[in-house]
């Protein structure tokens, strides 16, 4: 079956710009995070969603950093008034069970690149 | 606050020796998760193992064993006979009671073949 997707795969941007990232998790899996990984180091948790609901963002940076799930599957993760401290790769990975900790599949990331 | 530690920022073998990963955590949750995954060059993370804090046996898959050790706050990971496809960089993770997920810095392993 179809893994997690991410798009753009890229996305190169000017500081002070928005930027909206999308994640297509796996069908059905009802828990979905985001993180960011900066070169060198491991992921960094950003947020989690319970379906529709972010049932834990206390890794976003700042009011600078949003996420929706509306329906329960695609989420997107909005960055407004972008700054170079933002390159990074964004990763979104899902699990098929929500409220307890299990595997989580990742997507590829999208590389953000802000000049 | 969980933290994890990978101290081995870089590690080199020769193909086929054996190869040790270490990890520490540190939480204060009793309930708490152990995670190993894999990022090949292509970039991608890929779930190796995951462990509860009441499972303390070890594990083996394969030429993968892992060793957990509540004692010493250790879920050290061993590859056998390393091949050179297990070039990657692998992370430990911790999670808690709560979804969110520690990642370590993660130990870059380059097998010579």
């Known amino acids: 079956g179809a893994g997690v997707s991410q798009t753009p795969s890229n996305k190169v941007t000017e500081k002070g710009k928005y930027v909206e990232l999308r994640c297509d998790p796996i069908?059905?899996?009802?828990?979905l995070y985001w993180y960011r990984q900066s070169l060198g180091q491991g992921p960094e948790f950003l947020i989690y969603?319970?379906?529709?609901?972010?049932?834990?963002d206390s890794g976003l940076p700042n009011d600078r950093f949003f996420a929706v799930r509306p329906e329960g599957s695609v989420s997107t993760l909005k960055i407004q008034r972008t700054e170079r401290g933002d390159s990074a790769v964004y990763l979104c990975?899902?699990?098929?069970?929500?409220?307890?900790?299990?595997?989580?599949?990742f997507g590829p990331g999208t590389r953000l690149t802000v000049l | 606050a969980q933290k994890v530690t990978q101290a081995q920022t870089e590690i080199s073998v020769v193909e086929k020796e054996d190869v040790t990963l270490d990890c520490v955590y540190e939480t204060r949750d009793t309930t708490y998760y152990l995670f190993w995954y894999k990022q090949p060059p292509s970039g991608e993370l890929v779930f190796l193992i995951r462990r509860n804090s009441f499972d303390e046996q070890n594990e083996i898959s394969g030429r993968y064993s892992w060793n957990f050790q509540k004692s010493t706050s250790s879920f050290n990971f061993t590859i056998t006979a390393s091949q050179v496809v297990d070039s990657a960089v692998y992370f430990c993770?911790?999670?808690?009671?709560?979804?969110?997920?520690?990642f370590g810095i993660g130990t870059k392993l380059q097998v010579i073949p």
């Open positions: 990975a899902s699990s098929p069970q929500a409220g307890v900790l299990r595997e989580q599949f």
């Open positions: 993770a911790l999670g808690g009671g709560y979804q969110k997920v520690t």
């Open positions: 969603f319970q379906g529709t609901g972010a049932a834990d």
């Open positions: 069908s059905g899996h009802t828990a």
